[in-house]
């Protein structure tokens, strides 16, 4: 599921710390998470963490941007077996729900991204890291919406998309399934009909 950085080598130390924190950033949370229990997970000294990454405000930074690609690439692979837009509208809710299907070590918790915003300070660069995800989500249901409806529609109608994904993530992200994000895809697929 995780994308590789390009020009990073697999087993390089910035990737050991980069996995190694995604792994307890999303277990325990940013906060619980510091930077010894990182090198200790990644099996690195914590000089190799610095040497990549500023601080750990960067290396959250590299997280988010990490969780928004691995994102990118279930919504592609999604996409390529969607033929018409309504499939590529609902291939953004089979991206979630595969999303809440992976083999987590220490079970489900929901949307790393939102997660991560719900700790990080209002004016936090990180927080936008995540707005700007969640806009390009919205963008892409709308684009889809598009082939659809008129173009004002589609972004409304877009929002209304986006408030169905995000509630079924935070729900199955409590209730540790995928039930709710399968639920909200099947409300998403009726509304689709009736365009």
Known sequence: MRQQTPGIRRGSARQKVLDAAARRFYADGI????????????GVAKMSLYNNFASKSALVQAYLEARHEEWLDLYQARLTDAATP????LAVFDAYIDHADA?????????GLLNAAAELAAGDPARAAVRRHKEQVEQIVAAHLADLTDPARAAALAVHFSFLLEGGMARAGLEGNDA???????????????L
């Open 31 to 42: 906060g619980a998470t510091g930077i010894d229990t990182i090198t200790a997970d990644a």
């Open 86 to 89: 309504t499939d590529k509208v």
């Open 180 to 194: 709710r994000l399968l639920a909200a895809r099947g409300i998403a697929a009726q509304l689709l009909a009736s």
């Open 103 to 111: 083999a987590y070590e220490h079970g489900f918790r929901g949307c």
